[in-house]
């Protein structure tokens, strides 16, 4: 089993759908987790964190299962803009030492 | 500086070359990890730097690839004897001690003719 597993997509919706992913990890130790942004021929870019308790960004919501190892990110009314490849991102280790590890990624389309 | 900067952004060079390619990361940053990405697929760990400990070299593809980072800071990813198949986007990037989120450079495009 992979580390950190992602659906690639490509996930097809028209603006304004509201769309979810998954990802799961196979280390239950691993302590933090991140969801990025990555544009074409660009470098990913931190969309959000992702705690315990679930959190909301906007139009971006990020859950943990700690009990299921996945993450989850919903986009609500997506945009145009919305379109992009996500990463997830799982960090294993102490201050001292962390590996991280990210999913291949799961590519959003999102059409007029 | 403000973010990880990485030089060259590009870099074309012919097979059998030697390159090096080159990471600043963001001040006060300990940990720093090489990634490469290939066109269309997902990042591919190659090293992880952390403090003043030996690196984890176990993502280097062969003997060809080595890193070093001087004084924590500056790294230098060195691609011996370069192959096609090295051509990717290196990306570098940059964290702080503890569970926080890592900072990418804009990567070096390498293209190898």
């Known amino acids: 089993r992979k580390e950190v597993e992602q659906d690639p997509g490509p996930f097809n919706v028209p603006e304004g759908a509201t769309v979810a992913f998954n990802c799961t990890y196979s280390n239950s130790a691993s302590q933090s987790f991140f969801w990025y942004r990555q544009d074409c021929r660009k470098e990913p870019k931190l969309l959000m964190s992702v705690y315990s308790s679930g959190n909301e960004d906007g139009r971006f919501t990020a859950q943990l299962n700690r009990a299921s190892q996945y993450i989850s990110l919903l986009i609500r009314d997506s945009k145009l803009s919305d379109s992009a490849t996500y990463l997830c991102v799982v960090i294993l280790g102490d201050s001292g030492y962390s590996t991280l590890t990210f999913g291949k990624g799961t590519m959003l389309l999102v059409s007029p | 500086g403000a973010g990880v900067s990485q030089s060259p952004s590009n870099k074309v060079t012919e097979k059998g070359k030697d390159v090096e390619l080159r990471c600043d990361p963001i001040?006060?940053?300990?940990?720093l990890y090489w990634y490469r990405q290939s066109l269309g697929q997902g990042l591919e760990f190659l090293i992880y730097f952390q403090g003043n400990s030996a690196p984890d070299k176990s993502g280097l593809p062969s003997d060809r690839f080595s890193a070093e980072r001087t004084g924590g800071s500056v790294s230098t990813l060195t691609i011996q004897r370069t192959q096609q198949e090295d051509s990717a986007v290196y990306l570098c990037?940059?964290?702080?001690?503890?569970?926080?989120?890592?900072?990418f450079g804009q990567g070096t495009r390498l293209t190898v003719v």
């Open positions: 001040s006060g940053h300990t940990a």
């Open positions: 990037a940059s964290r702080r001690e503890g569970n926080t989120e890592a900072f």
